[in-house]
């Protein structure tokens, strides 16, 4: 993570997740999911190269809903027309199980929901 604001600002803010921040080793944040009773450690990196893979996948009922209310906070998805990967003009690639869909936290990483179904 190269940036703890703009870290806490994408996780509090835009996604709505409960982020606790502490001052210490120079200043890391948990991140809380619903359903997990274990936060996300997230800390600065000065020379941080952003994951090529996805670093966080998650669950939601329902892709599509989601997708609209994210993209209207002002989350931006990947899109993707190659030979094995095809998104909607949603981002929201349908080929296949679990539905998905990327996107980009601020340090470069990739993120993902999932389509899950009970």
């Not at 190269?49 to 997708?67: E, K, S």
């Not at 990947?78 to 199980?97: A, F, K, M, P």
């Amino acid at each position: 993570m190269a940036n703890l604001d703009d870290a806490y600002n994408f996780y509090a803010g835009l996604l709505g997740l409960k982020v606790d921040w502490t001052d210490d080793m120079g200043g890391m944040m948990h991140i809380h999911i619903q359903g997990s009773n274990k936060p996300i450690l997230v800390y600065p990196k000065l020379d941080h190269q952003p994951a090529i893979y996805i670093i966080l996948h998650f669950p939601v009922a329902d892709i599509t809903a989601t997708v609209q209310e994210l993209a209207a906070r002002g989350v931006m998805f990947e899109h993707y027309d190659s030979e094995y990967v095809q998104t909607d003009e949603n981002g929201i690639h349908r080929n296949g199980r679990p539905l998905i869909a990327w996107f980009k936290e601020p340090s470069g990483n990739f993120l993902s929901i999932i389509e899950v179904t009970a």
